[in-house]
């Protein structure tokens, strides 16, 4: 559902892509494990469609996505594409709620139904006392909860996280992929999670080791 053909990406002189192939099916939780500098997250990024590989082909559910641009591209991701952030990246000015419902309203859908997709997710996620919170008056948990609700509000073929676990303490890392693996039972979501963690990494169904811009398992 989700194909790295031969990705590779050069800045200047360093490669730090050196030719991955990697396939991710529907329903399937992947995480990518590798040291820092391994090149996880460029992967991540251009999996995701946030950066072009130099050489190579990405194709999300027989959509090249070297053919799209510009708005079409942009349409593309938030449509059917979420990203889970360390750092949340929640909007600091907007409750929880309303955090949750941008990306249905950036799709054009209308305010109803992002509002009822968003309640909907967040009452989910256990956090039906907090639509009205702004992020300040959320815990690191509650924050990442919002931010994994925002992710799936427009139902994506894809959840890429970014070391989402890591800005966590213990409890709330594994939470986070008890969460993950509850999602992807009760939605068949599929969820590509670029972690340093081993404990993490365990529970998914399969994890992708990368050293020096290879895969080698």
């Known amino acids: 559902?989700?194909?790295?053909?031969?990705i590779e990406k050069q800045f200047g002189d360093l490669k730090v892509l050196k030719g991955i192939d990697l396939t991710i099916n529907r329903g399937e939780i992947v995480t990518i494990l590798g040291a820092s500098g391994a090149?996880?997250?460029?992967?991540?990024?251009?999996?995701?469609?946030l950066d072009k590989p130099t050489r190579g082909e990405v194709i999300i559910n027989d959509t090249k996505i070297s053919?799209?641009?510009?708005?079409?591209?942009?349409?593309?991701?938030?449509?059917?594409?979420?990203?889970?952030?360390?750092f949340h990246q929640l909007l600091p000015e907007f409750t929880a709620l309303e955090n949750c419902m941008l990306p249905g309203l950036i799709a054009g859908r209308s305010e109803k139904e992002s509002k009822n997709r968003a309640l909907k997710l967040l009452s989910y996620l256990g956090l039906s006392d907090r639509l009205d919170h702004k992020p300040a008056h959320l815990s690191g948990g509650e924050k990442q909860?919002?931010?994994?609700?925002r992710a799936l509000v427009n139902d994506p073929l894809v959840v890429f996280a970014d070391e989402p676990s890591g800005n966590l303490d213990s409890k709330n890392q594994?939470?986070?992929m008890d969460l993950f693996v509850d999602l992807r039972k009760k939605f068949n979501q599929t969820f590509v999670i670029v972690t340093h963690d081993q404990?993490?990494?365990?529970?998914?169904?399969?994890?992708?080791?990368?050293?020096?811009?290879v895969i080698v398992d």
Not at 145 to 149: E, F, L, Q, S
Not at 200 to 213: E, F, I, P, Q
């Open 145 to 149: 909860r919002v931010a994994v609700a």
């Open 199 to 213: 404990h993490l990494a365990s529970k998914a169904d399969r994890t992708v080791h990368m050293v020096d811009g």
């Open 67 to 86: 053919e799209l641009s510009g708005n079409r591209l942009a349409e593309f991701r938030n449509r059917h594409i979420g990203f889970v952030f360390q």
């Open 1 to 6: 559902m989700v194909i790295g053909q031969n």
């Open 174 to 176: 594994d939470e986070l």
């Open 39 to 49: 090149g996880k997250t460029t992967l991540l990024q251009i999996l995701g469609s």
